[in-house]
């Protein structure tokens, strides 16, 4: 089955400056790349999304970027704001109609 | 537009007990709905996907006798406990899709169980 590796871990920056989220895929078969923030006793929430035909999208200060030859793909957050602190996931599917697979999670804290 | 509601957002049971979670699609048909458990700040595991008026699909390691899911119309899915043991005690998560084949999914606020 997938398997999605995300880092780091936590990962602290000083507000107004960029944060950038890494992760891994290993099924060649995944085509949606999926970015959720969560925070603390909430639902996750859906930031930004990438299908595999795609190689970068943006969204404000928020952009993901798709790397298919090397499985991995990215978030980036810039000009950083103490709301953005909350605890991010990657995740891949297949196709439309299987779950997600998520990565472990990056803690992002946003130094003020 | 794409709201997912969760009911109850918290339960505590005795251990032996069954417990049954809602998971509805407030403003949308969903085709699809997935359920998903979460530890204390860990990552979110998929349990199962369940699709409307057929048979959930499990993942590897998820007792389907243990976690009975129905998914009777398009807007509700419910995810039973049975038997419920402490280690079962955890978050979870339904989420939803629409039809129309899109990859979208939309997550629910999450049911706290905690089994004594």
Redo the contacts between chains.
Sequence with gaps: ?ENVEQHPSTLSVQEGDSAVIKCTYSDSASN?F?W?KQEL??????II?I?SNVGEKKDQRIAVTLNKTAKHFSLHITETQPEDSAVY?CAA?TS??????????THLIIQP | GAVVSQHPSRVICKSGTSVKIECRSLDFQAT?M?W?RQFPK?????M??SNEGSKATY??GVEKDKFLINHASLTLSTLTVTSAHPEDSSFY?C?A?GSG??????????TRLTVL
């Design positions: 089955g949606y999926p959720y006793g909430k639902r996750p929430q859906l999304d299908r996931f599917s439309s109609a299987d779950g997600l697979t998520f990565g472990k999670g | 699809t997935f998903y860990k990552s979110l595991m998929l199962a996907t993942e590897q998560i989420s899709r084949g899109t990859d979208t999914q939309y997550f629910g606020p999450g």
